[in-house]
């Protein structure tokens, strides 16, 4: 993992804010927009803390990798629904049949 670059966020409330929300409870914060995940706000004392494997890896960067996987999967709703794909396939089945014999009509 490279190393992070310096920001000072003492003129920045709401960085500021969030950041020392991250120190005080040391859980990782994933800063994303409705369509995307841009960045991991990681609490300092974990990089200081991250060790290394023989490859030079950090093994906090691959935690932080997992937790973030398994916390995005937590938040995503489970799937509820009852739906009959065998009656979906022959649906769409039924529906291409359709569109091909109209297709054929007008040759």
Do not use: C, W, Y
């Not at 991250?50 to 489970?78: I, Q, Y």
């Amino acid at each position: 993992m490279n190393e992070p670059r310096l920001l000072d966020v003492t003129d920045t409330p709401d960085m500021l804010k969030l950041a020392q929300e991250v120190a005080r409870s040391g859980v990782p914060v994933m800063l994303k927009t409705e369509s995307e995940e841009l960045a991991v706000l990681v609490p300092a004392a974990t990089l200081a803390r991250a060790k290394r494997t023989p490859s030079g890896k950090s093994v906090a960067l691959a935690a932080l990798r997992r937790s973030t996987l398994e916390s995005t999967a937590a938040s995503l709703e489970p799937v509820t629904r009852t739906e009959d794909f065998e009656a979906m396939i022959r649906d769409a089945k039924e529906e291409h049949a359709e569109r091909t014999m109209a297709k054929l009509q007008r040759l």
